[in-house]
Nanobody, 127 residues
Framework: QVQPVESGGGLVQAGGSLRLSCTAPERTRDITSMAWFRQAPGKEREFVAA????????DYGDSVRGRATISRDNTANTIYLVMDNLNSEDTAVYFC????????????????????WGQGTQVTVSS
């Protein structure tokens, strides 16, 4: 199983922005939906955003809707997440996930929609 690789994150001031990237290895075939989830200490993994395989559709979790934008570059098997107006509740480990097969129109919102997960990247929002 090949894992996607996240980059970005780190320490961000409250009210600031973050930009995360995630790239699936070139040898990964038939990737459809790609997504971001996050997990804060003591909490369940939470859906953040996802993009369909063809990049036409996107969906967002309620806690980030209106502040987050996901984009996709299929030539590079890469997705990006930009999130503005960060607050302390955005502090978490952010995970990239990829799904293989199925419809290129599908946007997965739950953990079980995805086959492969990255190691995660820490985002800490300081007040």
């Amino acid at each position: 199983q090949v894992q996607p690789v996240e980059s970005g994150g780190g320490l961000v001031q409250a009210g600031g922005s973050l930009r995360l990237s995630c790239t699936a290895p070139e040898r990964t075939r038939d990737i459809t939906s790609m997504a971001w989830f996050r997990q804060a200490p003591g909490k369940e993994r939470e859906f953040v955003a996802a993009a369909s395989g063809n990049g036409v559709y996107a969906d967002y979790g309620d806690s980030v809707r209106g502040r987050a934008t996901i984009s996709r570059d299929n030539t590079a098997n890469t997705i990006y997440l930009v999130m503005d107006n960060l607050n302390s509740e955005d502090t978490a480990v952010y995970f990239c996930a990829t799904r293989r097969g199925g419809s290129v129109w599908y946007v997965g919102r739950i953990v079980s929609d995805y086959d492969s997960w990255g190691q995660g990247t820490q985002v800490t929002v300081s007040s």
